[in-house]
């Protein structure tokens, strides 16, 4: 859980080099970038960018060819798998591109699915499931419905509250709204943001539609992170 006055940076990545195989051009060659405690950031980058391999790298689902991934102060690119999936349930959240809900479960198990990894007691979780589910303007009755009955509005919010029911430090968000049109992708970022202004998490939100960063104070392009092979 993110402590108060959180001073600690959220991200810090160093000579950061990626590569799908040895013989091949590296996705990501970042030399240096950092996300400050409780920080909102919006990276943008076109598709096939390199983007959400980036958030895969933050999350440890993927490690690095070269380099150093550190996250709220650990090296999560040195962790041992299981020790990197222990990290990431206590401290990061992702809201993924297509929600990754199992479509057979009820809304409140999906949630709870992710929040058994945590530390928190069962009741207290689930207590605090059907906080976040209030939060994010869900009816109690549905907590009961399975997730392929909900309409992508409904599976946006069931999937943000699976996000941030183990309280994380780090929110990643990969481009969950490519499918909505303006004013659906305004109203989720608005949600978001409100249910984030009481905690002190801090977010990535990657898109490659540049309009969403008006709703950002801060803002990068992936293309200034990510440098060509030999580039100073």
Request: with cysteine; charged share 20%.
């Amino acid at each position: 859980m993110a402590t108060q006055e959180n001073t600690t940076a959220a991200i810090d990545i160093k000579e950061l080099v990626f590569r799908f195989g040895p013989d091949l051009e590296p996705v990501l060659n970042i030399p240096a970038w950092s996300v400050a405690a409780n920080q909102r950031v919006f990276l943008q980058g076109n598709s096939g960018s390199g983007k959400s391999t980036l958030l895969g790298l933050l999350a440890g689902l993927r490690t690095p060819t070269a380099g150093v991934v550190n996250i709220l102060d650990t090296q999560i690119s040195a962790l041992s798998g299981r020790k990197r999936d222990a990290f990431r349930a206590q401290n990061i959240g992702v809201v993924f591109q297509q929600f990754n809900l199992i479509p057979f479960l009820s809304v409140l198990d999906n949630v709870l699915l992710a929040a058994q990894f945590g530390s928190s007691s069962s009741t207290a979780l689930k207590a605090r499931a059907k906080e976040l589910l209030e939060r994010v303007n869900l009816d109690s009755g549905l907590g009961s419905r399975k997730a392929e009955q909900l309409s992508i509005g409904q599976q946006q919010r069931v999937a943000i509250v699976r996000a941030l029911i183990n309280s994380p430090a780090l929110l990643l968000v990969d481009e969950p709204t490519s499918a909505l049109d303006h004013a659906n992708k305004e109203s989720f970022l608005t949600l978001l943001n409100e249910v984030l202004d009481d905690t002190n998490c801090a977010m990535v939100f990657v898109s490659h539609d540049p309009s969403i960063g008006n709703m950002f104070d801060h803002r990068v392009a992936l293309k200034d992170l990510n440098q060509p092979v030999g580039a100073n």
